[in-house]
């Protein structure tokens, strides 16, 4: 009978703060709280958040020779920021990493945008999400992901949407001697499995709603159609490698991921998440 799937074997000149749990695990959420240097007085605190792959078969993150995809999600906290400023997906943040494990160290960096937002007198949060490239583990065996230094891209706004300022790029050097995020495990099963889509890409966006495209390719049995998750929940079911989401709420950050599904309900893992932001109304 068959299974589920198939084994074969302010610009910155302020002070952000907070503080989250340190912490590594198998699977699911794990977290790390940083602290940075960003030029003389200026210091960042940054919470990261990332979602570890669940999709192995003999208690391990990731089958043999499957690519990894981690979720990031990075929250500051400000202080005496500058009121009246509006930041969103127009600014960017990169926060770089080491993978260390069998095959030695690579070098790798999670792209963030930010989610929009109007900063008041009280400052934040300030939000930021995205996620790590594929991540290739091989051969099996453990791989520990080390963060290391954080890149902002700020671009202010004014409330209404004209720049407050140039854009700023700056480093931002780790220091502490902490910086173990999560320990992911490649295990030595392989497990067959509808293709997972890729390519996934935004074609269109409106304040209420967001069109969306893949590319996806048939395994041993025919596809009948995919699933399309918005903020970790299934919101559709589509037969074309295309769909349109409504109902969205107008100036605000989703990731969205979609999967394969086949004649014989064998599902795909997840696609690499895609994060986006409708536009505020009247833009």
């Not at 952000?16 to 912490?23: E, P, Q």
């Not at 394969?260 to 690499?272: L, N």
Request: hydrophobic residues 40%; charged residues 15%; aromatic residues 6%.
């Amino acid at each position: 009978m068959l299974g589920r799937r198939l084994v074969i074997g302010a610009t910155i000149a302020a002070v952000l703060s907070g503080g989250v749990a340190v912490g590594t695990a198998s699977a699911g959420t794990v977290g790390l709280g940083l602290d940075y240097t960003c030029g003389p007085g200026v210091v960042v605190h940054a919470d990261v958040t990332a979602v570890v792959p669940d999709e192995g078969m003999a208690g391990g993150n990731v089958p043999y020779l499957e690519s990894a995809y981690i979720d990031v999600d990075v929250t500051f906290t400000l202080h005496r920021a500058p009121a009246g400023v509006r930041i969103d997906g127009d600014s960017t943040a990169s926060l770089a990493a080491t993978v260390v494990g069998p095959a030695g160290t690579t070098a790798t960096a999670a792209a963030l945008s930010f989610a929009p937002i109007l900063l008041t007198s009280s400052g934040g949060p300030v939000k930021a999400a995205g996620g790590f490239p594929q991540l290739g583990l091989y051969p099996a065996g453990d791989y520990a992901i080390h963060l290391g230094d954080l890149t902002l891209s700020l671009r202010p706004e004014r409330a209404d949407g004209t720049p407050a300022g140039t854009a700023t790029t700056v480093t931002c050097r780790h220091s502490g001697p902490n910086d173990l995020l999560t320990v992911v495990k490649s295990e030595s099963s392989i497990i067959e499995h509808p293709v997972r889509p890729s390519q996934l890409q935004v074609t269109a966006v409106t304040p209420t709603s967001v069109s969306l495209s893949w590319y996806s390719t048939s395994w041993w049995f025919p596809t009948i159609g995919y699933d399309v998750f918005l903020d970790g929940v299934k919101v559709a079911f589509v037969t074309d490698k295309q769909a349109t989401l409504t109902g969205l709420s107008p100036d605000t950050q989703h990731r969205v991921k979609v999967t394969t599904k086949d004649s014989y309900g064998f599902s795909s893992p997840k696609s690499q998440g895609l994060v986006f932001a409708t536009p505020p109304r009247g833009r």
